[in-house]
């Protein structure tokens, strides 16, 4: 029979292997077993939850935070911690219901697949109950009362007068020099905090300055009239809501655009490899999403073959799975182009940063009045400033403007989509 330690060894090797009290022949037997709950087990009684497989590009995480307390009952797959990586927060699951003994890791851990978290005891003996928020009182032990003896003593001995005796003044201490108008004064340190970047954070920031450093980025701008697209939403909105059970934003209509303008434009959805250029038949758009934790970019896989019930039933999922921190790996993997809007926090106009390895990105902007010119007519109407920010090395601005134009003629008549003109 193998120990424990010997199967954490063979789980970093081949991802995971799980043993439940069984002995198991891996010489013999042509194929790795599969188990969905990866633990092994010291005793009949006691499992050990592990760091499960956090996906084929990543090799270690951070343990952020415990979920329960040594002494909690735990289920069959019930979370006990969180691992945060560079990409998503992965969950360690109980293996078996019980009560957790005690904590392995600590808090702030790089741990790895296969890495122990915490003991598991199925029975629950001899485990006690420790709530986090218990901290052992330290209450200050009063001060022993003096004897009655030494203040009888006290009171017996004589009180004998002392002249004061005169002090020499002392003397005073220069003043502090004054600060000239001009020169800068710092905010004392007391009042700054350091905190530790999270992995998700910090792998953000070293994307965006490599996209910088690597693309020749340039944007382009126009502004779209979203009368149409307003109205369109007003009068189907509860007849959409009623057949799909989804409602119908604008998103949809951005991105059955943007698969309009990439098909018109192929060269918006390729990209450079090398001394190659990598054309994607394929249209799989990346929507960016801002979370508490950071920025993440979850796919839709074959944007083109959607409509727009799909579309808004697509994106709904992915943005509630990104503020809950439950994406997947192959949820954000890949992507041809994304689209981020901006102006769901009032952002008028910005340049965004390609997502690498892309070649462009639309930046969607919030939605203002503003007096147009309409069949020689000052009049008020919805308008959004749209921007493209696309790599000059491989997409001219002709492409660009052309791809931007497009999208600007969709938005503002989405009839073009039925007749494809």
Known sequence: MWSCAEFQSAYATWYYIACRGAVINLWSSPTLPNWSRPFCANSGDQVDAVVPFMGESISDGTLAKFLKNPGDRVEVDEPIAQIETDKVTIDVTSPEAGVIQKFVAKEGDTVEPGYKVAIISKSGEGVEHVPASEKPSEKAAPQPSPPAEDKKEEKAKPQVETTPVKEKPKES???PPKRSPTELQLPPRE?????????LRKRVATRLKDSQNTFAMLTTFNEVDMTNLMQLRTDYKDAFV?????KLGFMSGFVKAAVSALQSQPIVNAVIDGDDII????????????????????????AEQMNFAEIEKTINGLAKKANDGSLSIDEMAGG???ISNGGVYGSLLSTPIINPPQSAILGMHSIVSRPMVVGGNIVPRPMM????????????GREAVFFLRRIKDVVEDPRRLLLDV
């Not at 009042?191 to 992995?199: A, K, Q, S």
């Not at 009623?242 to 989804?246: A, I, Q, W, Y």
């Not at 054309?279 to 074959?302: C, E, F, Q």
């Not at 400033?385 to 001219?396: E, F, G, Q």
């Open 173 to 175: 201490s220069p003043p």
């Open 191 to 199: 009042r700054e905090r350091r905190v530790p970047m999270t992995r």
């Open 242 to 246: 009623e057949k799909h059970g989804v």
């Open 279 to 302: 054309y994607r038949d394929y249209i799989d758009i990346s929507i960016a999403v801002g979370t508490p934790k950071g920025l993440v970019v979850p796919v839709l896989r074959n």
């Open 336 to 338: 041809s182009f994304t």
């Open 385 to 396: 400033y749209i921007a493209l920010t696309y790599d000059h090395r491989l997409i001219d």
